[in-house]
């Protein structure tokens, strides 16, 4: 059994699709002495790091910064926007599209839930869990909503709990398209920083983001990317808000401060965090997700384990989802390679739990990391009796070998 004193040699394998491990670099920059919140060092702290982040949203417009989890970002977007009853359509992709769903019937709001149009022989209790957005049902659904009771369309960038990407622009066109005033909504908290996000070029209103994913950073801040049409409709809005409500943070930021006390440490690491992206640049940065996430899915594909995304088209950059056989408890295989290799990977979540276990490459991560978790992972599915197609550790290594990172996509740590 472990223990809070339980230090093995080595470090620890951090391959969950978030919080990602942190660079040295950004720990550095956290351990620095805390200053006055209300001093001019903070204010040009505050400065730096709300202009930075706008470049990574791609955003002209603001960007508000929370000293919260994602999950107060959700509640934020939806409280400075909406009022009691509004009716707001939301589609299922995954758990946590999922927990959206219901944070918004919570705070009072009606909310109706789409869901993809299909069976899924894998997976037959969760077929829409393995597909992205299918842009024509919203649109379709718009159509009929010819009073415009609904004001709003939430979905999610990238499905943290499945490993799927859905298209964001496709989102977009089809609100257009439907002639309808919705404001569009995006949970990008496991997608920024890691797989191509455009808030203003795709028409998004709102962006829902944190800090430990592609940002690199520890649990702890959390975002909301506007657009002129969501703070317009943040002065109408009559659903309850006071800690989260922009127009305050908004008035302070324009000097670098906030109308509270924020995580003075954690903004110091958000600073150094930009640095690392905006000097290796966002597309280097796509790139490099994009090829890890190849060379992970080759050793999937070599083992012969369903992949839980089953398009192809949308496969995430963050994360690959692994469906375990029939029979095979995927937690029990993950308990077994944390106990004997001092892994950790993703559990599965919701209606695909002990089904799945996920495999994050995103964050402080490198070629050889992550043939570390695939080599961790063969070793722990042959331990568990599953019988592997062939060796996925030799297909990772010839796609990395084969496939040379540019030097311009060299992470520096």
């Known amino acids: 059994m472990l223990t809070l004193d339980y230090h093995p040699t080595g470090n620890h394998f951090l391959q969950i699709p978030g919080p990602s491990p942190v660079p040295d670099r950004v720990l ?37 910064i929370y000293p919260t989890s994602g999950t107060g970002a959700w509640e934020a977007a939806l409280a400075n926007t909406l009022s009691p009853g509004d009716h707001v359509l939301m589609y299922e992709t995954g758990q946590f599209a999922t927990l959206w769903h219901k944070m918004a019937t919570r705070l009072g ?38 009073e415009y009771r609904i ?37 990008s908290i496991s997608g920024l920083a890691a797989a191509d996000f455009r808030h203003d070029d795709w028409g998004v209103d709102v962006t829902i983001s944190g800090s430990q994913k592609g940002l690199m950073l520890p649990p702890g801040i959390s975002f909301n990317a506007l657009s002129p049409r969501a703070i317009d409709a943040s002065r109408q809005a009559k659903l309850p808000r006071a800690f989260f409500s922009w127009d305050e943070i908004l008035e302070m930021n324009a000097t670098g401060y906030w109308p509270y006390t924020p995580n003075t440490n954690l903004l110091y690491g958000l600073s150094e965090a930009l640095d690392m992206l905006l000097g290796e640049g966002l597309d280097n ?49 993950r308990r077994l390679i944390h106990q004997r290799f001092d892994l950790s ?58 496939h040379a990172a540019p030097r311009a996509l060299t992470h520096a740590a």
């Open 285 to 333: 940065v796509f790139a490099r997700h994009q090829r890890w996430a190849a060379g992970v899915r080759a050793a999937v594909q070599a083992w012969g384990l369903p992949i839980q995304c089953a398009d192809p088209e949308v496969y995430s950059p963050v994360l690959t989802g692994v469906i375990t056989p029939e029979g095979v408890d995927a937690d029990a295989v």
């Open 345 to 402: 990977l993703g559990t599965g979540l919701g209606k695909v739990r002990g089904r799945m276990f996920r495999m994050g490459h995103l964050g402080n991560s490198n070629d050889l990391t992550l043939l570390a978790m695939v080599a961790g992972v063969e070793m722990g599915l042959k331990l568990s009796g599953v019988k592997l197609a062939q060796s996925g550790i030799h297909a990772a290594m010839d796609y990395f070998s084969a």
């Open 28 to 64: 550095r920059a956290m351990s620095l002495p805390t200053i006055d919140h209300r001093g001019p060092e903070f204010g040009a702290l505050g400065l730096k790091v709300l202009d930075g982040i706008k470049q990574i949203f791609q955003t002209r417009h603001p960007v508000i």
């Open 109 to 146: 709001l009606s909310t109706e839930f789409l869901g993809w149009s299909g069976e899924d022989a894998v997976l037959p209790a969760a077929p829409g869990w393995r597909h992205g957005i299918q842009a024509d049902r919203i649109e379709q659904r718009l159509r009929q909503d010819r």
């Open 151 to 187: 004001k709003a369309v939430c979905v999610v960038h990238n499905e943290t709990s499945t490993g799927v990407t859905s298209d964001i622009a496709a989102v977009r066109r089809a609100i257009d398209a439907a002639g309808h005033p919705a404001l569009l909504m995006v949970d």
